[in-house]
Nanobody, 121 residues
Framework: QVQLVESGGGLVQPGGSLRLSCAAS????????MGWYRQAPGKERELVAT???????NYRDSVKGRFTISRDNVKNTVYLQMNSLKSEDTAVYYC???????????????WGQGTQVTVSS
């Protein structure tokens, strides 16, 4: 059993900043890629950013230059620093991790419960 717990969401004014955190725990041998996705009301879930175990990153175009993803492999935690937030960033943000559990050989896709980010004046 693997649990991903997000924190750091909330209400912020346009132009403001938030930092999301996601900590993985449970039966973990190693975590490969980690990432953040988001889903706005009435829209499909979309990729925001991903990071490999080695630190290579990938971002959707609309957040490049504003968001930064990072991770701590010792703490099994991934972060998303969000700056210059816009109203269109409003969504539920979900953490994702490709977890190889102890005794397994293939990664299992694990998701957090989501944290609400609202950008509004």
């Amino acid at each position: 059993q693997v649990q991903l717990v997000e924190s750091g969401g909330g209400l912020v004014q346009p132009g403001g900043s938030l930092r999301l955190s996601c900590a993985a725990s449970g039966n973990i041998f190693i975590i490969n890629d980690m990432g953040w996705y988001r889903q706005a009301p009435g829209k499909e879930r979309e990729l925001v950013a991903t990071i490999t175990r080695g630190g290579s990153t990938n971002y959707r175009d609309s957040v490049k230059g504003r968001f930064t993803i990072s991770r701590d492999n010792v703490k099994n935690t991934v972060y998303l620093q969000m700056n210059s937030l816009k109203s269109e960033d409003t969504a539920v943000y979900y953490c994702n991790a490709a977890v190889i559990r102890s005794g397994d050989y293939q990664p299992v896709d694990s998701w957090g419960q989501g944290t609400q980010v609202t950008v509004s004046s």
